[in-house]
């Protein structure tokens, strides 16, 4: 059993990272995500990770490196924050399609206006339709694991997918946890230190990568796309079992906490479960019926799993960290809304908006959101989202 | 025996990644589908100047054994320049 050590979870995933064979790196620092930049150069410049890590001008620059290297048949890496991801935005739809396993550790934040550094979901959501895997930590040590994971997972032979890890901005970016790394020599056994790439930039055997398509195929390679991310869940499934077998700890696509015999089900994302954890234990103490549903995979989103977890629910609370502006509320509520439309046994569903840039979401207010609608519910007052806490 | 068809047509036949494995393969992808007009050249206005060629942005047009020009109806878009070009009229833009 590795000795756990207590670092800051950036700067444990670019060690993670500095462990897995990296070929080619290119991170421009940005806030709350530099210390990942900053790490994996120091790795790189001590010479522990022979990773040629690029310095770019930007995050435009950073996603086309790492796909370019990785269209030679290099593990690639990089990592960015909001304006950052927002930057490369252009270019993440075309590594998907060309099916490059580029892996992205995503340290979530605010995206401006107004400026703002802090914390929430609104950077990732706008790239859900990128055609990425999309998944999100609730702790350094998930961090650390998935970071691992996510080199096996994309370059597996049945997906060949970029992976975006979520790890939230602060909130465990900067936090000091306890951390348990695995031996070297297992991850050289986990994850093979090299990849297997199903073709490579070679001017020795010609390849056209990015190549153009009109209306007569490209709906084709659309759905094409589509499938292999679907598919993709079987592959992640089986990864997180090897994880599990080798290391012991288990990750699943839906995380639960006490959801047996639960009427009303809180559903978070991220960092806040474990926060959400301790509020509804506190509910439970206090003898009322309710559990934690926790969203570990975004994209391909675990329909089958999710639908499971909550099929005894009378009562779903979401809590979404991003606004869909002009739409449903929250991402996660629109897509849980419509993933349950077809359910026989539908239960009543309401969305909080809640730690938008940064907005701290105590253990209290959690317990105020699940006694609220809870109550509203019993009235049949139940707002479909609100903005929770907000100045009125 | 199946016969081996050239280019991808269902959703499972694209190659993964859309990648293109025969070199020099792009000109057999024609891409004038989308035209809505074609030029049509009257050689007895034509000079021969070779303005419409030198103008073409998309490389289509030719001279034949003659001297005369003609666009390749695979590529050619249908922009119109070598019509808007053509001093001596001899190129008109029909409706396809």
């Not at chain 1, 900053?38 to 890590?53: F, K, N, P």
């Not at chain 2, 001297?67 to 070009?85: T, V």
């Amino acid at each position: 059993m590795a000795k756990r050590v207590g670092m800051e979870v950036a700067i444990a995933a670019a060690e993670a990272v500095g462990m897995c064979n990296v070929d080619v790196a290119a991170c421009y620092p940005i806030t709350p995500q530099s210390h990942i930049a900053e790490h994996l150069s120091d790795i790189v410049a001590d010479g522990r990770s022979d990773t040629e890590y690029i310095t770019v001008e930007s995050e435009h620059s950073a996603i086309s490196a790492v796909m370019g290297a990785s269209g030679t048949g290099a593990r690639a890496y990089t990592a960015t924050s909001s304006q950052g991801l927002m930057l490369m935005h252009e270019i993440l739809p075309i590594v998907s399609a060309m099916r490059l396993p580029i892996c992205i550790a995503v340290a979530n934040r605010a995206v401006s206006g107004p400026l703002n550094i802090l914390n929430d979901h609104s950077d990732i959501m706008p790239q859900r339709d990128a055609g990425w895997i999309v998944m999100f930590t609730e702790n350094g040590q998930e961090a650390v694991d998935m970071s691992i994971q996510s080199f096996k997972i994309a370059e597996r032979e049945d997906v060949m997918l970029p992976v975006a890890v979520n790890i939230d901005g602060f909130q465990l970016t900067h936090m000091v946890e306890p951390i348990e790394f695995p031996d070297q020599k297992d991850v050289n056994k986990f994850l093979p230190p090299a990849r297997k790439p199903y073709a490579t930039l070679h001017p020795d055997k010609v390849v056209t990568m990015g190549a153009f398509a009109m209306s007569d195929i490209f709906s084709e390679m659309m759905k094409a796309k589509n499938e292999v991310l679907k598919n993709s869940k079987k592959a992640i499934l089986e990864v997180w079992d090897e994880w599990e077998r080798m290391f012991g700890r288990r990750y699943r696509p839906i995380e639960t906490h006490r959801t047996d015999d639960a009427e009303v089900l809180l559903v978070t994302m991220g960092s806040m479960g474990e926060t959400a954890e301790i509020a509804v234990d506190e509910m439970r103490d206090k003898g009322v019926p309710v559990g934690l549903v926790k969203i570990r995979l975004w994209r391909p989103f675990p329909f089958e799993e999710f639908k499971d977890a909550v099929k005894k629910a009378k009562l779903l609370i979401v809590t979404d960290r991003a606004v869909s502006f002009g739409g449903p509320g929250g991402p996660v509520f629109s897509e849980i809304k419509s993933a349950l439309y077809h359910e026989k046994n539908r239960p009543v569903i309401c969305d909080y908006i809640i730690g938008l840039g940064g907005r701290d979401v105590a253990v209290s207010d959690f317990v105020t959101m699940m006694e609220q609608a809870i109550k509203d519910n019993e009235k049949d007052t139940i707002k479909e989202y609100e903005f929770y806490g907000v100045t009125e | 025996m199946k016969k081996e068809k050239k280019w991808p047509e269902a959703w499972h036949e694209v190659n993964v990644g859309a990648m293109v494995f025969e070199p020099c393969s792009a000109r057999e992808y024609h891409t004038g589908s989308w035209k809505a007009r074609r030029p049509v050249w009257d050689n007895t206005r034509c000079i021969k100047c070779g303005l419409c060629y030198i103008f073409c942005p998309e490389g289509c047009i030719s001279q034949n054994e003659e001297g005369f020009f003609e666009a390749d109806l695979n590529y050619c878009k249908g922009c119109g320049i070598c019509a808007h070009e053509c001093w001596p009229k001899a190129i008109t833009m029909q409706e396809e």
